[in-house]
C-alpha cells in the first residue's frame, strides 16, 4: 500500500530563514503530490501540488517543492520564512487514477522562532 | 463564496450517545470525504463518496456511518460503536477528475 513519510516531527526555524521540509512517499508509480498547511484548530489549505510536467512546483505564499523521481521525495522550501508561517505541514498523495483519495503524512510542525 | 461549511466548530457528547456531524458544499463537487485527524497521525480516512446515494469505506470506518443523499450534503453520524470517538472531525471535497480537495473548518468533538 502506498505511504507517505515525513520524518521531522517538529523544526525550529528563526524568522527570515530558509526552509525545508522533507517527504518521501512509497507507491509504485508516480502519484499525485500535494503539500497543505494547517493552523491550529482550522481546515487545511493547499499550497501546491503537482501532477506532472516541470519538477519545481510554485504554491502560494511563497513556498515551493521539488519532484525528484529517483529519491521518490516532494520536499517543501521557503527562502525565508514569517513568523506567521508558523502551522502544521502535511504531505500526501493521491492515486493516479482520476479518483482522488489522499494518503497524508504524520505532519511536521513548525515554529518560527523571533 | 463556495466552499464547505461544517457544523458545529466544537460538539461535546456524553459516552454512549450518537452523534451527527454536518459537512454541506457548494462548490458543485462529485466526490466528499470524511477524515479523522488525531495529535501526531496525521489524517485517517472514514467513508468517502463519489456521487450522490454511493459511499465506501475508508480505512478506519468501524463505528461510523454516513449518508449521501443529496449531492451538496455528506453527515456523519459517530456511533456509541466508536470505540475512542474523542477528535478532530474534517470533511473534504473534489471533482472526480484528479484535482485538489478543498476542506471544511472541522469539528472537534469530545466524548466524556
Known amino acids: 500500500a502506498q505511504s507517505v513519510t515525513q520524518p521531522d516531527i517538529h523544526i525550529t526555524v528563526s524568522e527570515g530563514a530558509s526552509l525545508e521540509l522533507r517527504c518521501n512517499y512509497s507507491?509504485?508509480?508516480?502519484?499525485?503530490l500535494f503539500w497543505y498547511v494547517q493552523s491550529p484548530g482550522q481546515g487545511l489549505q493547499l499550497l501546491l501540488k503537482?501532477?506532472?510536467?516541470?519538477?519545481l512546483v510554485q504554491g502560494i505564499k511563497g513556498f515551493e517543492a521539488e519532484f525528484k523521481r529517483s529519491q521518490s521525495s516532494f520536499n517543501l522550501r521557503k527562502p525565508s520564512v514569517h513568523w506567521s508561517d508558523a502551522a502544521e505541514y502535511f504531505c500526501a498523495v493521491a492515486l493516479n487514477t482520476g479518483f482522488q483519495k489522499l494518503v497524508f503524512g504524520t505532519g511536521t510542525r513548525l515554529l518560527v522562532s523571533p | 463564496d463556495g466552499g464547505i461549511t461544517q457544523s458545529p466548530k466544537y460538539l461535546f457528547r456524553k459516552e454512549g450517545q450518537n452523534v451527527t456531524l454536518s459537512c454541506e458544499q457548494n462548490?458543485?463537487?462529485?466526490?466528499m470525504y470524511w477524515y479523522r485527524q488525531d495529535p501526531g497521525q496525521g489524517l485517517r480516512l472514514i467513508y468517502y463518496s463519489q456521487i450522490v446515494n454511493d459511499f465506501q469505506k475508508g480505512d478506519i470506518a468501524e463505528g461510523y456511518s454516513v449518508s449521501r443523499e443529496k449531492k451538496e450534503s455528506f453527515p456523519l453520524t459517530v456511533t456509541s460503536a466508536q470505540k475512542n470517538p474523542t477528535a478532530f472531525y474534517l470533511c473534504a471535497s473534489s471533482t472526480t477528475g484528479g484535482a485538489e480537495a478543498f476542506f471544511g473548518q472541522g469539528t472537534r468533538l469530545t466524548v466524556v
Open positions: 462548490l458543485n463537487h462529485d466526490a
Open positions: 507507491y509504485g508509480a508516480t502519484p499525485y
Open positions: 503537482y501532477f506532472s510536467g516541470d519538477t
